[in-house]
């Protein structure tokens, strides 16, 4: 063989120099300490992420929750400056201020002096002859007393009358030129309505508040409350030396007289009596020097539902007799315990209250026709009665 000749296609030899790369380790195969660093790494990016989310989501939310309600305010304060002037409360501001002009004239401070010292109070003039209605619990115990006008002027009153039924007084003054006030009708107030106090809280005379009718009809508020006693509640500030004083609708009439609040000073709620009940008593009182009310003799209740429901009577209709006191007006008249009104000289009653007003608001002597509900025989029956009231004695 030559040495020159080609070589043939054996496989190469090995170099000692040179080695295959090494095949890719399997994941399982990897060592412990980078699989471990490769799991802490996702928590910990996890927990940045939650943390970011903890913090950054409630501050996102509250931008956006600021944005709308910062764009939503400066909307209503655009369309208030534009129609601001279209709306005229400097109307507003001068009618109560000529409501309390008119007013104010009318409405007298009271002082009074007795042995345990010296009281206040507030009045209103509600004719030219020197009439003035106030509460009765502001001159309880005198006969004279010392009132200031609106003008400054000073002088006596002599006390003509007291109801203690709705605590009202009537007083007369001599003094001349004086400005009575404007009745209203407080049946025709409704909750919500406007009204206005005038007089001297804590002394300081003249002095105006403002606010709404509350709620009508109220019952229970004064210990010395009578069967015929109702109150309008309002929110118009209301403080001791305030009693006695109007309570005004929007056109300045007398609506009522403010009586009492809750607590010992002022706490968002007074009470008045209403006009219709006042202005009774003043015409009795200035008339007679009394009053006189028709006086039945019975303790009345709402229904109860086991007799309505032996009665057969519609839901909210007539009132329970509870008590006949003997030797009265109903008991000669033939009414019964346990005896339903319905009828009330031909008017339907469901409230006690109201049936006391009418029956109170009935003349002494008069006769008055009754239909009430009774069970009898086994059934209920309607009985047409007629009963003749006497004045209501002093006590009841």
Excluded at 77 to 102: C, F, P, W
Excluded at 203 to 231: D, N, P
Aim: proline letters at 7%; glycine letters at 8%; aromatic letters at 6%.
């Amino acid at each position: 063989m030559q040495d020159n000749a080609p070589p043939t296609s054996a496989a190469p030899v090995s170099s000692p120099d040179w080695a295959p790369p090494p095949a890719p380790m399997h994941a399982a195969a990897q060592p412990r300490d980078a699989r471990e660093d490769a799991a802490r790494l996702r928590r910990l990016v996890t927990l940045f992420l939650a943390l970011a989310a903890v913090l950054v989501a409630p501050n996102m939310a509250y931008r956006v929750k600021y944005a709308l309600t910062s764009a939503e305010e400066r909307a209503r304060y655009d369309v208030a400056k534009e129609h601001l002037t279209d709306v005229s409360l400097g109307q507003i501001s001068n009618a109560s201020r000529m409501l309390t002009n008119k007013v104010t004239p009318s409405v007298v401070s009271i002082r009074t002096h007795r042995r345990g010292g010296e009281g206040q109070g507030s009045g209103v003039i509600v004719d030219d002859h020197g009439y003035i209605v106030t509460n009765q619990h502001v001159v309880d115990g005198v006969r004279m007393v010392e009132v200031q006008l609106s003008d400054g002027r000073h002088g006596s009153a002599s006390v003509v009358g007291i109801d203690p039924q709705i605590d009202v007084a009537v007083l007369k003054t001599e003094m001349p030129d004086l400005t009575p006030a404007e009745w209203g009708d407080s049946d025709e107030l409704q909750v919500g309505d406007l009204v206005w106090a005038i007089g001297s809280p804590f002394g300081l005379e003249k002095s105006t508040t403002f606010g709404i009718l509350s709620q009508k009809g109220r019952h229970g508020i004064t210990e010395r409350e009578g069967a015929v006693q109702e109150f309008l509640q309002t929110d118009a500030a209301v403080n001791p030396g305030n009693s006695g004083g109007p309570l005004v609708n929007i056109y300045g009439q007398v609506i009522g007289i403010n009586t009492a609040i809750v607590g010992s000073a002022y706490q968002g709620i007074s009470f008045a009596i209403p006009s219709v009940l006042v202005r009774d008593s003043f015409e009795q009182l200035r008339d007679k020097g009394r009053v006189d009310r028709g006086f039945l003799g019975v303790k009345l209740e709402e229904v109860p539902d086991y007799v309505a429901r032996r009665l057969e009577l519609a839901t909210n209709e007539g009132v329970f007799v509870r008590q006949v006191n003997p030797d009265t007006p109903a008991a000669l008249g033939g009414i019964e315990p346990g005896d339903v009104i319905v009828e009330w000289d031909g008017q339907s009653y469901s409230d006690n209250k109201k049936l006391s007003q009418a029956i109170a608001s009935s003349p002494a002597g008069s006769k008055v026709p009754v239909k009430v509900v009774r069970y009898e025989s086994r059934e209920p029956r309607i009985v047409e009665l007629t009963v003749t009231l006497v004045a209501r004695p002093p006590s009841q």
